[in-house]
């Protein structure tokens, strides 16, 4: 193990909350040491190691002294994207500019990577963009524009960061990390409902949502299971029984929303769902939260949600949130329960890095100015991308393999989410041997074989 310097770091003194969040994140990332103070006497970052500096421009914060006065849709970065050629590294400028200045006791960076980085781990852009039905649309991020959410962009930059400190005769070691592997599985659906309850739920579509498509499919399939005899919601043994060859822990994400509330679809005190859970832990197994809609704007419905879960297992520490709705104020809810990670940052309709990085990290709270306690563990992977985006399972599994491999090589955290109740879903059927083969093969890069 590298015995790791102490770096010192000099920036403007504005923003200073932003400023300190984000170096706090990326030198924890490359597991660096460091101190900080604030200048208003200079206008960019400063980093100096024995009789060298590294000099970091801003590009962004000096622009706006005044807290909170960036967050406007105007101060979004440009659409045209820029590179930072560094030796073999091509690097996305989101802010700052395409130029990399070198002597013998001073380099300086043109890409701002501090403003950057906070630009993709705070997703402050989703809170500009116009909201429909709970969330922003994808296609119009930056990086879904730019056709850059397939890299860890963040970690990117950590990596052309710890270059640079090495270049001025510093030492970073990155490669010290443990791969970690994070199986989630947001359960939806546990049993078929009742034949009173479906016609409540198909009423609710067709009536209220205006969906009666999705209303059809669902009786459809109502009546297919109900001839065939079958819970195709029940796949908790199947699931743990894979992860138990190679030593990996599943992290079953449940509902406990009532009958009354809008989307409910299960009771957390129905025995079969008792019995479910209990069963999970007993095996060693992980229980999360995963609060509804109905919880996005509403911190009491959120809490009761969480206090009948907690009734039934009373170590639930994380989850995701259903339909992965957030409001300004959800991340207040979970750190308020003490809760202690959440892993919604994910994309709906395709696979890759929603936050540019995978690891986890402190999440920032934009309107308070402060970091929370709770941590964000984001996924890439899910599986109803494939339902949405329509792409074969060999297509799928081959941009499963890519993008784990791009994971591995960060040396980051795996992160995927499988809905439980879709594993057997008959239109999933072509598509159920490609989650067992993804795990197969997160096994065979971290040289896990068959306990």
Not at 34 to 57: G, N, W
Not at 71 to 85: A, Q
Not at 294 to 321: K, P
Request: aromatic share 12%; net charge negative.
């Amino acid at each position: 193990m590298i015995k790791q310097p102490m770096y010192n770091i000099i920036c403007p003194d504005n923003n200073n909350s932003e400023r300190e969040y984000i170096i706090c994140v990326l030198f924890s990332f490359m597991g660096a040491n460091y101190s900080l103070c604030f200048d208003d006497k200079i206008s960019e970052y400063r980093i100096t190691f024995a009789d060298k500096t590294l000099v970091i421009e801003d590009h962004f914060w000096n622009h706006f002294p005044e807290p909170l006065s960036y967050l406007k849709k105007e101060n979004l970065p440009s659409s045209k994207l820029e590179h930072l050629h560094y030796q073999e590294l091509s690097i996305p400028i989101i802010y700052g500019r395409a130029e990399l200045l070198a002597s013998e006791t001073e380099i300086i960076c043109g890409l701002d990577m501090f403003s950057s980085a906070f630009f993709m781990l705070t997703r402050w852009e989703e809170l500009l963009l116009e909201h429909r039905n709970g969330r922003c649309d994808e296609n119009e991020l930056f990086a879904v524009i730019n056709d850059i959410y397939k890299r860890p962009i963040v970690n990117e930059y950590c990596n052309l960061l710890s270059r640079l400190i090495l270049d001025m005769g510093g030492k970073i070691e990155l490669n010290n990390r443990k791969i970690e592997v994070l199986l989630t599985h947001d359960v939806d659906r546990c049993y078929l409902s009742s034949l009173p309850e479906l016609i409540t739920n198909i009423s609710k579509m067709i009536f209220m949502d205006g969906n009666r498509r999705k209303a059809m499919l669902t009786l459809k399939r109502y009546i297919q299971y109900k001839l065939i005899g079958q819970n195709p919601f029940d796949t908790f043994d199947l699931l743990m029984n894979h992860s138990d060859l190679y030593g990996f822990k599943n992290s079953f994400f449940f509902k406990a929303c009532s009958e009354t509330d809008s989307g409910y679809t299960y009771s957390i005190e129905n025995s079969f769902v008792t019995d479910s859970i209990n069963k999970i832990l007993r095996r060693g197994h992980i229980v999360g939260f995963h609060p509804s809609e109905n919880s996005t704007y509403n911190g009491a419905q959120f809490t009761h949600e969480l206090t009948r879960l907690r009734s039934i297992s009373n170590n639930v520490i994380g989850g995701r949130s259903h339909g992965l709705l957030y409001g300004n104020d959800s991340h207040i809810f979970w750190e308020r329960e003490g809760l202690v990670y959440d892993s919604g940052l994910g994309f709906q309709f395709r696979n890759g890095f929603r936050a540019g990085t995978c690891y986890p990290y402190n999440i920032f709270d934009v309107y308070r100015r402060k970091q929370l306690n709770l941590l964000q563990k984001p996924f890439m992977l899910m599986d109803s991308v494939w339902l949405r985006a329509n792409v074969s399972p060999d297509d799928f599994l081959a941009e499963a393999i890519s993008i784990v491999n791009t994971v591995s090589k960060y040396r980051g955290t795996i992160c995927l989410n499988w809905h439980s109740n879709l594993i057997n879903a008959i239109e999933m059927k072509p598509f159920k041997k490609t989650y067992f083969q993804i795990v197969d093969y997160i096994a065979s890069i971290i040289n896990k074989e068959p306990l």
